[in-house]
């Protein structure tokens, strides 16, 4: 069974850009979560979706959305890019969410300069 | 809110020394507990989990017990190997009525086991 899928591996984007990261769940797993990782601030949750909605969302600005397609992959999209958002993100697929181990994608480095 | 404290490394051990790394959590419902590594460039792996209270999760030579009397779930194993370097996370997850499903880590702990 093929594993998390995240693209791409690596961005460098530009501050004030825009930049939308994808992944592809485990296949049969609905839900389908979203993690930055920083060195200072160590793991955030971002968002969770199951069915294609939304249901969890963690302290993010606004500049940070995401969506999900009826075939469970998901994107995440960051507008405005600022030098903080630099940051490895992963994706992590449930079964059904709730209390189930997730598993998790090989992340995207992104690195805004 | 929910949260995880473990201890910060790093933690250095020389090989087929025995490893304990610390995890206390809060939790405002009945939380199932993991443990997760994560290896250089790559992504989190599941090492093991616990749903509820006195289970003991185990792999790889890695056990963990689920204490709700100390709100514990520390990380222990008995020979480490250089292979077992890596980032260590202890994380939580409540479920509160099945629409706030998320994970909660700790802030890891780095281990370097030296041949």
């Known amino acids: 069974k093929a594993g998390v899928t995240q693209t791409p591996r690596y961005l460098i984007k530009t501050r004030g850009q825009q930049v939308t990261l994808s992944c592809s769940p485990i296949s049969g797993h609905r839900s389908v979560s979203w993690y930055q990782q920083t060195p200072g601030q160590g793991l955030q949750f971002l968002f969770e979706?199951?069915?294609?909605?939304?249901?969890n969302k963690g302290n993010f600005p606004g500049r940070f959305s995401g969506r999900q397609f009826s075939n469970s992959r998901s994107e995440m999209n960051v507008s405005t890019l600022e030098l903080g958002d630099s940051a490895l993100y992963l994706c992590?697929?449930?079964?059904?969410?709730?209390?189930?181990?997730?598993?998790f994608g090989q992340g995207t480095r992104l690195t805004v300069v | 809110g929910d949260s995880v404290t473990q201890m910060e490394g790093p933690v250095t051990l020389s090989e087929e020394a025995f490893l304990t790394i610390n995890c206390t959590y809060t939790a405002t419902g009945y939380p199932s507990l993991f443990w997760y590594v994560q290896y250089p460039g790559e992504g989190l792996q599941l090492l093991l989990k616990a749903t509820k209270a006195d289970d003991k999760g185990s792999n790889k030579g890695f056990e963990a017990t689920y204490r709700k009397e100390t709100t514990s779930f520390h990380l222990e194993k008995g020979s480490v190997q250089v292979s077992d370097s890596a980032v260590y996370f202890c994380a939580l997850s409540v479920n509160s009525g099945g629409s706030n499903y998320k994970l909660t880590f700790g802030k890891g702990t780095l281990l370097t086991v030296n041949p």
């Open positions: 992590a697929s449930s079964p059904r969410g709730g209390q189930h181990e997730a598993f």
């Open positions: 979706y199951f069915s294609e909605t939304q249901r």
